[in-house]
Every structure is written in C-alpha cells, then in structure tokens.
C-alpha cells in the first residue's frame, strides 16, 4: 500500500538506516515527540507511541478530509532527520526508506497493537519492566501528560484503566505474532 487512507488505523513504524540508532540522547526523544505533534497531530489522531534507540512504533488514525497524510509524515521524518544530521555533524539518510504501515482491520488486532507496542522496550532487553520505560505512551495515557494522545479513548478500548493495566501486566495479546517485518 502506498498511500495512507482517509479514517483508517495505522501501525507505523521505521528504524535506523543499517539498523543503526536514531535516538542518541534523551533530548532526541523529546525532539521526536514535539515533531509528531506538530506535523502528525493536525493529520492524525495519535493514540500510541514507543521510541526505542533505533527504532519506533506508532499507532495513528488518519483524520477525516485530510489532505496528503503521507506528506505529512515525509516533512516530520525529514523534519527530524535535518536536526539530528546537523546536531551530530551527519550526513545522509537517517530512516530505512519508506517508512512502514500496516493498516489495522479488526479490534483485536488494535489491542494486540497498544500491549505490543508498549511491551517492546522489555522485549527488546531495554528494561527488565516495560511500565519503567520513559519513551513509551504506557504512562503517559495513565496520566493524561501527552496532550495529543487520545488517552481517553485508549482506556475506553480497554473498558477501564485497571483492565488496561492487567491487560499488559498479563502480557495478554503480546503472544500474538505482531513482530514487522523491516526487509
């Protein structure tokens, strides 16, 4: 698929060129953060995140008339490619080309989604709790910090925020086989 379509949910994600970092220090993340807001909120809703050292994942749902999301995401990726070229003296590409999305069908697969995405730090060995990673949309849809995450509606999914939480403690969904493929 080449396009992003009108109303639909997204799992997009991207990595480092050769596999390499795209985040070297926590103002990077940050950086990353107030991009997305600024270039993916007016085109998309933003429902969660996960920014690991090389690479992310995002769930988004593209907003109703919305005209040329794929832009959108080419100028934020640019956007950030530009800062962290010129801070670190860099050259070159930053991202795997294109950037990947799958779109999301069914509501299982949506809650397998959130607990997958927000399971990846502990999977990927970043931290032994995937609740202690700072650049994760986990916390911050507990408490309501991200403005542009539609948290509310994330623990609507979920029926309550108790069941959100033992929906991920359990690892419930996380077995399913939701590893994206980079090739």
Known sequence: MDFLEEGYFYHI???GNNKQDIFFEEENYKY???LLNKHIDPVANIYVYCLLPNHFHLLIQIKEDCSN???AFSNFFNSYTKSINKKYNRTGSLF???FKRIRV???KYLLQLVT???LNPENHGLVKNFENYVFSSYNSI???EDKFIRSNEIIEWFGDIENYKSVHKKRYFA???LDPKFE
Do not use: M, W
């Open 116 to 118: 997958y995405i927000h």
């Open 69 to 71: 999301p794929s832009q």
């Open 142 to 144: 507990l408490e309501k």
């Open 96 to 98: 795997q080309r294109p």
């Open 175 to 177: 077995s399913g086989n």
């Open 32 to 34: 990353f953060l107030r």
């Open 105 to 107: 069908t069914d509501e």
């Open 13 to 15: 994600f991207n990595r």
